[in-house]
């Protein structure tokens, strides 16, 4: 096995992108997508597949995963090289806040279930989400960061809204969103669905 494919391979598997792995690491987007490709060929085994705009790694990359996670540690410990701090964040804080050394911060995946896992099996270190449930689980902390104020945005002889809208009545009007499972909704998108008895929102 060639030690160079492990740290490519891992920086696409937690950035699930092999443009965001190439810009980390200083090379180009083919010549990442080559080196991924090289590694499947020499395993015999496909790695990754592509959902929407981003990689979904399969089950053989999360078992490889796992053990180039080990050698990359035992890797660093020999170079004393410092780990960088991984956050998972909304696209609109990894794009707003200023480069911090020593933290790397990721956007979300569209998956709930994913960030949890990642942070059970070390792949990131913290994550800044609005959707975790109100059943938190005991194994982790959760912080209380900031209220967000939400704005709704409609066109000015709108028949239904003048100059205010209370909940009941936004609850009430018809809604299109893009939310294809639970595990995706947003924080606002469960509070409203909590407070209207588990309606459904979407139309």
């Known amino acids: 096995m060639d030690l160079n494919l492990i740290v490519p391979f891992l920086r696409v598997y937690e950035l699930n992108s092999i443009t965001q792995a190439a810009d980390v690491l200083g090379v180009t987007q083919p010549?990442?997508?080559?080196?991924?490709k090289r590694l499947e060929q020499n395993l015999d085994k496909q790695l990754f597949v592509r959902h929407g705009r981003r990689l979904q790694a399969t089950s053989e990359a999360h078992a490889l995963a796992t053990h180039f996670k080990e050698i990359e540690h035992q890797l660093e410990l020999a170079l004393d090289k410092p780990?960088?701090?991984?956050?998972y964040a909304p696209e609109h804080i990894v794009i707003q806040l200023p480069v911090i050394e020593g933290v790397q911060l990721i956007e979300n995946p569209l998956s709930e279930?994913?960030?949890?896992?990642?942070?059970?099996?070390?792949?990131?270190?913290m994550?800044?989400?609005?959707?975790?449930?109100?059943d938190k689980?005991?194994?982790?902390v959760y912080e209380h960061i900031q209220d967000i104020n939400l704005v709704y945005v409609c066109r000015q002889d709108h028949p239904s809204i003048g100059d205010s809208i209370t909940m009941e009545q936004f609850s009430q009007l018809?809604?299109?969103?893009?939310?294809?499972?639970e595990q995706q909704t947003s924080g606002v998108e469960k509070s409203l669905v909590s407070r209207y008895h588990g309606r459904s929102l979407n139309n």
């Not at 994550?127 to 109100?134: C, G, P, T």
């Open 31 to 36: 010549a990442m997508s080559a080196t991924i």
């Open 83 to 87: 780990r960088q701090f991984k956050v």
């Open 113 to 125: 279930n994913v960030v949890l896992d990642h942070l059970r099996f070390d792949k990131i270190d």
């Open 127 to 134: 994550a800044i989400e609005s959707r975790f449930k109100q």
């Open 137 to 140: 689980e005991q194994s982790f």
């Open 174 to 181: 018809e809604h299109i969103t893009l939310t294809y499972w």
